[in-house]
Each structure stands twice: as structure tokens, then as C-alpha cells.
């Protein structure tokens, strides 16, 4: 019998037909007016959503490639930055910046816990002016499902005059950011993510500081090279062919989106990040992170006792047509991640927990039928907590 | 009134119906079962058309990022290597190389003219042992619609045992292309030239000897990493998110090239360019290159006197819905470019050709209607040239 799946990943994310079709049409030339109209309309509409006038610009290439792109632009080998590090993305942030011969100092945080102010405006003030030159720090770590307080913690970081480079791969779009008003210099987004596109184009933006910064950067880059995409950019195209149908499917997304309105984005993702905690909660699971820093797109859920997540995860694609993320790194096996991210309504997150219940069935893990569906759209239904509020 | 294009660029080519629909599937998880066999499937038709059992990695990226991703993953700062150049690609990528600090010693080509067999003799004889530890050529020069004679030139560089990277980007899937029997260490290719999928994948084999030189490569790379790649695609999958609809729409592009058969595909395209090169020299128009070189994909004309290329390009598409490029460089305003790359039938030129008859005259060169059309058929239907043996 035909099964739609109901896509429950941090990403790719669920993507409308309305959109795929959009993807559908006919190809254009990359070097035209209509490709030109195109990429204005979509950085402008970013802009918007993004809450920043700085340039934004589209490369082709998945987010890990847009914060390649981040530090290659910016930075220059020997460089010190300070990375701040809670999960599997600000860990890979930090290889990145190794690979490219950057003097790393990481300050981790135990996985499930927040990268809280106070830990930032301790180690900025162990750097002194002759310390990093750059701080890395993800928006909202994707492997536990943490968002981190951006708004708090911006202001110590700008104070400090290092360049802020962000990752808000699976933020951006679904979760308050405030990119001008937070001072961040380069912030790098994903189609696939929150704004519900196909993958294959990264969006990065690039402030006054940052530009500066890539005139003495010396890193080697050629193919995401910041100048030469601002150049084209200039006179409506990409330096190299762009991912065409992929740029036409977000401009399709984020006329969807405009349709709901940013503010309304976010409220729903705070809703239905609530909705998910509380339905899997009421299964007895456990919720991997601390609530307090609970992520609005990504729920880490602990796999119970003696069920191996993978198994789990196995058992909810294959009988119930329900695609959820394993765990990463050390955490595969143990926790099994949510994705309420972008194109999601409270629809799919019940027909997930439904799902879920039957699933735990085959591991005798047993609940009142109906129970995760109940508790979650109790919670929905409550009176909503307002979004970037989520710590009172 | 709604009239469709005649994409007649050397990229993105025109993408089939059905490739298109391909690409709109509802979204999958690009770590699950489905993603591997697509993965596997997409990978042995492309060792296939390419004639090799060499690793095949697809990366998120245009050709020129499959190009950046040969340099770095095979050379260190400070290496010598040998770039041939007879266009505006071989520059591109004598500059990558040059922006990864390696020592890069250009041998250029008047444009319009092939990088003979002895040109490559000559100059690696000047090399020696302690002399470029690579070789950096294009294949099908797209700037000039050349084809550089590389099952000549293949041997001389296998003999010289250095590493031999070649951009064959808008050549591989329509030309003769042995990557086994040639002995190409690296070489590239992307997703929206010949194989008629859209922009975003870009396809790039790797020998035995590349590996072994990926050891000992210190130049930086992650996203581009081709170690990763690997160890992912043994897992079947890719090491960052995949342009997921891109790789869909190439498995589907895959399957419509395996119904003509390489063969097919190859002759075609020798039939298709030597029919668009008499359909404009019957209208008067000199082609640029050297036609023993000519290349099957893309036919560069020189634009008549007094007529800037760009306003006729502008008159082909605003008033016939016939796109083609112009002259890149030095050749803005004095060249088109005719691609004839992919799917393409006779038909799709000897309506560019009626358009191009119909084009002209606004610039007062007539013909006699149907002139370019008659000659382009007369060529079409004559013995077929057979491919691979042009120089005859």
C-alpha cells in the first residue's frame, strides 16, 4: 500500500508539493534576467527573514560547505578563535577550523547542556585582546537538540570586538535571530533546514566586519570565495552554476513562509516543540537536554532502557512510515532526535507520536493507547508560551 | 503567448520532463536505506558512461568546486604543476590552483586553437623528474568549443607519471571519454552539461594513484574531502547532506542515457555539432576554432562584423526564446555560443538555426530563408562522421 512518510528529521526537512513543483520547471539559463529577478527576490526575502540588511549570499553546497565558507573568508592560518562546543555540529565547526590550520581553542559543554552566557563572558575574558580573533558558536546544536541563548550571549561577544561567526544551519528561519541586531558578522544557513527546500544551497550572510576581515584573510578559497559571489551578486548571478532548481524551490518556500508571517513561524515551532516534549514525556521517555534551552526545531529523546535507538528508529520507518534521526557520535544508540522543523503542523507531530506509541509496543514498552497524542495536543492547546520567552 | 525556450547553452543544458518530474519526489532522509540505493545506482551507471571502476564521489558543489576539490585533495602548498590552457576554464582553473599557493607553470594556447599532442610532449620534457608533480588539462574547453585530443595526450602524460587531473565537465557523458584506459587520475564532472540533470552535483572519479597522493596531500580541505566521501559512500551515503532532488533527477537523466546507449550518445552529439557548424557557415558566419578540434557539445561562432554578440544573444531570446551564451573574457561581444549538449535533437537545432536566419536580419545579414536550416539538414543526413575520428 502506498505510504506518504511523514519526514520527522533535524533535516532534510519536509518539503511541499507546492515547492518540489516549483523545483519542477524548466530549466533556465544561470547567466539571465530571469535568474537574475530570481536571486534578487530571494535575497531580498532572506533578508527579511534573516532580520539582517548585510549581504546574503547563496552557495551551492550544504551548510558544513557554508561554514567552510565562514572561516575560510575571514580567517588566516595561525588565527586563534575560541569555539564554543555542545554537540556533534560545533564539534565538526572546530575540526573544520583545525583542518584549515587555525589555532583552536574549544571550550565544550556537556552534551545536553546549553553554551550559557556566563561561560562565554568567562573564556572571552581569558582571551585578552591578543587572544582569538574570532569566536565560533552554534546557533542551535542539531545533535542534541539544544538551542543556545544567542540573545544573551551576543552582546558579550560583540563587546568584545572579535568576529562572531554563527551556525544557525537548523535555526535560522524557525527560531528568533536577529542578526543585525546581535552584531553577527557571518551567519550560515541550509535550504533543507526550517525553510523547507530541497537540499543544495547554503545560505551565508556577510557583515561590514566580516568583509573587512576577508581583505587580510589570508586562507586559501577560490570556489567560496565571499568577494567573487558578492561581485556576481552585484550583476545578478553566481560566480559558478548554482543549484538552480533548488534556488527556485526556495523562492517557492519562502513565499509560503511569508504567507505565515515570521512571527507566527516561530510561535508555531515553540508550539510544537512543546507539544512533542510533553507527547513523549507521557510515554515515560525522557527528554536528552536541558528544557530550559529546549530547541524549537529538534527534540533528543533518551531511547528507553535496553532498546537500542537504532532498532527503534527502524521499527518506526519501516512499519510506520515515520523518518526520525539516531544519535551521533557517542550518542548512537542511545537517543533518537525529532524534527519539527520548517512545513510542520500539529498533524504530523501526533500521527509521530502515534507511531511511536505502537513502536515501543515491540520493544514491551507500553503506554495507554493514545496517551503521547493526548498529553501533546494538551500542550498545544495551552495557553502558548511566547517564543524567546522559554527561560521565565 | 506562452512559448517554451530553446536552451541552447553549454550549461545548464535542457533537463527532460521527466528528469524534472523525478526531482519533485517528496523529500527522503538522505542517511537511510533509500539514499544508499540511489547512491549505489547513480554511482555504477556513472562508472559506466565514464568506462571506469575508479571511485566516483558526488559532491554538493558546481564543476568548479569538483574542480577545487582535485587540487586540494591531491597537492601540497608549493607543489609544481603544469597547467595547459586554450580557454577561459583552463584559466579558471590555473587560477584555483595558484589561489591554493601551488606553483603553477601555464602553458598557454592561442584561443581557438587544441593542446596538441606535441605541445604536451615538448613541455613535460622541459619538466623532468623534479618538475611538476601534476598535470592540469581541459578536456573540452566550453569557452572556445574545443576538444583537446586527450586519447592522443593521455599517453605522454601516463608516461611522465605525474598525476593527470583533467576538467572534463561539459565533455564526459557526450564524448569519448576513457578514464581506465587513458590513465586520468582525477577528473570532473557535472550534473547539468551533458547528462541533462540540473545544477548542484558535481561528479568526480578517483584511481588508485590519486589515493595514494590524497596520503600525502597536506593542502587544507573538509567539505571537499575526498577520504570522507569515501568512507561515507562505503556506508552509502555522503559525508554532508546531498543535493537530495539533484541526485534524483541523475539517476532518472541516467536511465534516459542508457535507453540511447554511450555510443549512441557519442555519435549524436558529432552529428549535432557538425550540422550546427554548417548551419552557420552556410549563413556566412566563421566559426571560431579550429574545426579539427570542434567540439561535439559546444560550437563557439565568431559574431559578423559590426555585430556586438550580446545584442544578437539578446534578439535570440527575447524575440525566438532561444538562449545561447556569449564569449567569455576577451571574447564578450565578439563570439556566441551554440551548446549542443545533452538532449538535444536535430530539431532543437534547426529551430536555433530558423531563429538565428530570423536574428540576423535585425542586424542586416539575410540569407535566403531556410539557408542555415537546409545546409544543417544536408550535413545532418550525409554519411555520418564517425566519432573519435575527426581529424581525418
Given at each position: 500500500m502506498y505510504r506518504p512518510q511523514n519526514l520527522r528529521l533535524p533535516g532534510p526537512t519536509f518539503v511541499p508539493q507546492a515547492v518540489l513543483q516549483a523545483s519542477a520547471r524548466p530549466m533556465i539559463n544561470h547567466r539571465g534576467p530571469e535568474f537574475a529577478a530570481l536571486l534578487a527576490a530571494v535575497t531580498r526575502a532572506l533578508q527579511d527573514f534573516l532580520q539582517t540588511r548585510n549581504d546574503v549570499l547563496l552557495l551551492t553546497a550544504s551548510g558544513t560547505g557554508g561554514l567552510e565558507a565562514a572561516i575560510v573568508n575571514v580567517l588566516s592560518a595561525g588565527d586563534k578563535v575560541l569555539a564554543f562546543n555542545?554537540?556533534?555540529?560545533?564539534?565538526?565547526?572546530?575540526?573544520?577550523?583545525?583542518?584549515?590550520?587555525?589555532?583552536?581553542?574549544?571550550?565544550?559543554?556537556?552534551?545536553?547542556?546549553?553554551?550559557?552566557?556566563?561561560?562565554?563572558?568567562?573564556?572571552?575574558?581569558?582571551?585578552?585582546?591578543?587572544?582569538?580573533?574570532?569566536?565560533?558558536?552554534?546557533?542551535?546544536?542539531?545533535?542534541?537538540?539544544?538551542?543556545?541563548?544567542?540573545?544573551?550571549?551576543?552582546?558579550?561577544?560583540?563587546?568584545?570586538?572579535?568576529?562572531?561567526?554563527?551556525?544557525?544551519?537548523?535555526?535560522?528561519?524557525?527560531?528568533?535571530?536577529?542578526?543585525?541586531?546581535?552584531?553577527?558578522?557571518v551567519c550560515v544557513t541550509a535550504s533543507q533546514k526550517a525553510w523547507g527546500a530541497p537540499p543544495g544551497l547554503s545560505m551565508v550572510t556577510v557583515g561590514e566586519r566580516a568583509w573587512k576581515a576577508t581583505e587580510r584573510a589570508t586562507l586559501p578559497r577560490y570556489y567560496f570565495d565571499f568577494q567573487k559571489a558578492k561581485a556576481s551578486l552585484e550583476k545578478g548571478a553566481t560566480p559558478w552554476t548554482p543549484a538552480v532548481t533548488v534556488v527556485i524551490a526556495l523562492q517557492e518556500a519562502l513565499r509560503l513562509m511569508s504567507e505565515e508571517g515570521l512571527e507566527g513561524i516561530i510561535q508555531r515551532h515553540v508550539d510544537l516543540a512543546r507539544a512533542t516534549r510533553r507527547g513523549v514525556q507521557a510515554l515515560g521517555l525522557g527528554l536528552f537536554s536541558d528544557e530550559n534551552y529546549a530547541s524549537p526545531t529538534v527534540t533528543a529523546v533518551r531511547s528507553p532502557a535496553r532498546v537500542d535507538s537504532r532498532n527503534l528508529a527502524r521499527v518506526l520507518r519501516d512499519e510506520y512510515d515515520v523518518v526520525v534521526a539516531g544519535g551521533q557520535g557517542k550518542l548512537e544508540g542511545q537517543i533518537f532526535r525529532l524534527g519539527h522543523m520548517g512545513f510542520v503542523t500539529i498533524s504530523d507531530i501526533t500521527s509521530m507520536l502515534g507511531a511511536l506509541e505502537l513502536a515501543l509496543r515491540r520493544f514491551n514498552v507500553t503506554a495507554e493507547p493514545g496517551t503521547a497524542i493526548t498529553a501533546a495536543l494538551r500542550a498545544f492547546a495551552a495557553e502558548p508560551v511566547v517564543a524567546g520567552a522559554r527561560r521565565g
Amino acid at each position: 500500500m502506498y505510504r506518504p512518510q511523514n519526514l520527522r528529521l533535524p533535516g532534510p526537512t519536509f518539503v511541499p508539493q507546492a515547492v518540489l513543483q516549483a523545483s519542477a520547471r524548466p530549466m533556465i539559463n544561470h547567466r539571465g534576467p530571469e535568474f537574475a529577478a530570481l536571486l534578487a527576490a530571494v535575497t531580498r526575502a532572506l533578508q527579511d527573514f534573516l532580520q539582517t540588511r548585510n549581504d546574503v549570499l547563496l552557495l551551492t553546497a550544504s551548510g558544513t560547505g557554508g561554514l567552510e565558507a565562514a572561516i575560510v573568508n575571514v580567517l588566516s592560518a595561525g588565527d586563534k578563535v575560541l569555539a564554543f562546543n555542545n554537540g556533534a555540529f560545533g564539534e565538526r565547526w572546530a575540526a573544520m577550523a583545525k583542518a584549515y590550520g587555525l589555532d583552536v581553542r574549544r571550550v565544550d559543554v556537556p552534551l545536553g547542556r546549553a553554551i550559557e552566557p556566563e561561560l562565554v563572558r568567562d573564556e572571552l575574558r581569558k582571551e585578552g585582546p591578543n587572544g582569538a580573533r574570532a569566536v565560533l558558536l552554534t546557533h542551535n546544536e542539531t545533535s542534541v537538540g539544544v538551542l543556545n541563548p544567542l540573545r544573551e550571549i551576543a552582546p558579550i561577544i560583540r563587546e568584545s570586538g572579535k568576529l562572531f561567526l554563527v551556525d544557525s544551519v537548523s535555526g535560522a528561519g524557525a527560531v528568533e535571530l536577529d542578526i543585525d541586531g546581535w552584531g553577527i558578522d557571518v551567519c550560515v544557513t541550509a535550504s533543507q533546514k526550517a525553510w523547507g527546500a530541497p537540499p543544495g544551497l547554503s545560505m551565508v550572510t556577510v557583515g561590514e566586519r566580516a568583509w573587512k576581515a576577508t581583505e587580510r584573510a589570508t586562507l586559501p578559497r577560490y570556489y567560496f570565495d565571499f568577494q567573487k559571489a558578492k561581485a556576481s551578486l552585484e550583476k545578478g548571478a553566481t560566480p559558478w552554476t548554482p543549484a538552480v532548481t533548488v534556488v527556485i524551490a526556495l523562492q517557492e518556500a519562502l513565499r509560503l513562509m511569508s504567507e505565515e508571517g515570521l512571527e507566527g513561524i516561530i510561535q508555531r515551532h515553540v508550539d510544537l516543540a512543546r507539544a512533542t516534549r510533553r507527547g513523549v514525556q507521557a510515554l515515560g521517555l525522557g527528554l536528552f537536554s536541558d528544557e530550559n534551552y529546549a530547541s524549537p526545531t529538534v527534540t533528543a529523546v533518551r531511547s528507553p532502557a535496553r532498546v537500542d535507538s537504532r532498532n527503534l528508529a527502524r521499527v518506526l520507518r519501516d512499519e510506520y512510515d515515520v523518518v526520525v534521526a539516531g544519535g551521533q557520535g557517542k550518542l548512537e544508540g542511545q537517543i533518537f532526535r525529532l524534527g519539527h522543523m520548517g512545513f510542520v503542523t500539529i498533524s504530523d507531530i501526533t500521527s509521530m507520536l502515534g507511531a511511536l506509541e505502537l513502536a515501543l509496543r515491540r520493544f514491551n514498552v507500553t503506554a495507554e493507547p493514545g496517551t503521547a497524542i493526548t498529553a501533546a495536543l494538551r500542550a498545544f492547546a495551552a495557553e502558548p508560551v511566547v517564543a524567546g520567552a522559554r527561560r521565565g
